[in-house]
């Protein structure tokens, strides 16, 4: 399950380095990133991204719903491959649309994580109570 908070560096050529409770929750050099509902990216291990495509696909194409999901989420998502110090590169138009500038925030969030600007996430965060 994927937990916590983490603040890294964002790296030349915008590589981030995915913290290793995150690569260990992975359980491979690769994931799937993609755009998610707030103003944020998903990250998935290939297991759960095959778990909520399954999921998600059995919403009739015929729907606006099931033609909405394929657009945001199946559209913009990229399989990334994580170095031995678990680097990638944050695609431009996944940075443009979470709006990530120099600093961000990597949640856990259960079956998947986040990416989000900092403070993005410091200003959507502080609405918890």
């Known amino acids: 399950m994927f937990l916590g908070t983490f603040t890294p560096k964002v790296l030349s050529s915008w590589q981030i380095v995915l913290p290793s409770k995150i ?15 707030d103003k944020c990216l998903y990250g998935f291990s290939l297991d759960e991204w095959n778990k909520m495509s399954i999921l998600e696909l059995t919403k009739p194409l015929s729907t606006p719903e099931g033609r909405s999901i394929r657009h945001q989420m199946f559209a913009m998502a990229v399989e990334v491959d994580l170095d031995e110090q678990g ?27 986040e990416i989000w600007d900092k403070d993005e996430w410091i200003s959507y965060s502080s609405t918890f109570k």
């Open 23 to 37: 690569r260990g929750v992975l359980g491979s050099d690769r994931a799937i990133v993609t755009t998610g509902f």
């Open 87 to 113: 680097r990638f590169v944050v695609p431009e138009n996944l940075r443009k649309y979470a709006g990530i500038k120099d600093d961000l925030a990597i949640i856990g969030a259960g079956d998947h994580f």
